[in-house]
């Protein structure tokens, strides 16, 4: 039997963005490896097929796990929540490919796309995503703090939305909080700013403030943040509904 | 009949890419509206189902029709290819919603997102969004192109991975020529470019050059090009595979 690898991207949670490709890889895979909370969103599979759940989150790790397996010659799916190729999986796995090209370089390995979170959030509201776009991940485990705020500013001065990924986590309680200040100095305070919490799971909560109101305790772990431009705004709508958020399509020279 | 509007992304064309929500809102719309490329990539639907088909180019157009047929009751389904919510069909339906709000913004006006070309070439080739990244149209149709660079410039050298959307046409032959020419200053020669054109359809083909050798001509419509960072590295394969192109999750500060 001949192995390979599959990334596969679950997308936010709802099942209607599950990709067929994705369904057919988790359906024919002989090993699923991943955190826990992915796997539990997956139903049961066929007979026989072994499910290697990660308790910690030490991505790598599950990375040399899930390649010694299709070296072994198993059919293995590594699971993501969104795309693996968007703050998740897929970097990871390549990361370990690249250190042992001599033992991995060669096997069969894909990747399978999913829904992401920033698009998940843009369409429950709108089209805040609506032109030029950054996704930035606000964790400083891989890179400088100062690395993160640069990257903040270059964009939102640049004119880009931003879709501000990993916004807080206990170990990372302050951070935020900097970020919102430092995009007040840039950006309007009417600027609007969405929070949007486990989109398509039984617990989305979405929340549109605007960036002078923006604060960290709106978010938690599960949250994916889209903060708009200067051209951002709302449309009201009627009978109580959430305004929609919107990003022009047109975009004039900046001053 | 109580109308409805939903804005549907297919994803880049392959059939494992549309997910069960976009299918299932194609199944049940009365009436599907779109470019006629996007709507020939739709199987036939219910008897009784009307297709509107656009020749024209105007987004805007689209969306006023939609508007309508949904206020007078119809189910309508907006079609788009890739993400509606990433530089399609989302915003250029909020932009007639707003316009003519009293009439438009009471109506039931849902999205549906999708796989969109970046995350589909991306998977095609590894990991090369792997970190932060923007994404950015080179159209200078809405915006103007001392904006364009401005953009690109920023993301540049503040070390994000590009996603260069509509990145040449007939009638913007020079653009992209230019852009290499301006990220060359900013970026060694050496960083990965990704020209990934009609991903997931038959005529798919996926190329990849370092950055001094990338030219304008290498990109048509239908091309998304990936731009990496000065971290982002090839790893070769064995027997002619093409290489891994991958951005680590780590980044060192910038100097």
């Known amino acids: 039997m001949s192995g390979w690898l599959s990334v596969v991207g679950l997308g936010p949670g709802a099942p209607g963005w599950l990709t067929p490709e994705a369904a057919e890889v988790l359906a024919v895979a002989t090993d699923l490896v991943g955190y826990a909370t992915y796997l539990d969103r997956i139903p049961p599979g066929p007979p026989g097929q072994t499910r290697h ?17 299709a070296r072994a010659g198993r059919r293995v799916a590594v699971v993501s929540s969104g795309d693996p190729g968007v703050f998740a999986m ?28 920033m698009q998940a959030a ?10 030029d776009f950054c996704a ?28 501000l990924y990993n916004p807080v986590s206990t170990a990372r309680p302050w951070q935020l909080g900097e970020a919102f200040d430092r995009l007040r100095r840039l950006l309007p305070g009417e ?7 486990a989109v398509g799971r039984t617990d989305e909560r979405i929340g549109i403030v605007m960036l002078r109101d923006a604060k960290s305790d709106l ?37």
Chains 1, 2 share one sequence.
């Open 53 to 69: 759940v990660s308790e910690n989150r030490v991505e790598l790790d599950r990375a040399y796990q899930a390649l010694e397996l």
């Open 90 to 117: 897929a970097a990871a796995v390549m990361e370990a490919v690249e250190a042992d090209a001599a033992l991995y370089a060669g096997l069969d390995i894909r990747i399978s796309p999913g829904i992401t979170a």
């Open 122 to 131: 843009a369409s429950r509201v709108g089209a805040p995503l609506g032109h």
């Open 136 to 163: 930035l991940s606000l964790s400083d485990n891989l890179k400088p703090w100062d690395l993160v705020l640069k990257r903040l500013e270059a964009a939102a001065a640049a004119g880009f939305v931003l879709a």
């Open 191 to 197: 600027v609007p700013v969405v929070f949007a919490r």
């Open 219 to 255: 978010a938690d772990m599960q949250t994916v943040i889209l903060v708009g431009t200067a051209e951002t705004r709302l449309i009201p709508r009627p009978s109580g509904a959430a305004p929609f958020v919107y990003t022009p399509r047109k975009a004039a020279a900046l001053k």
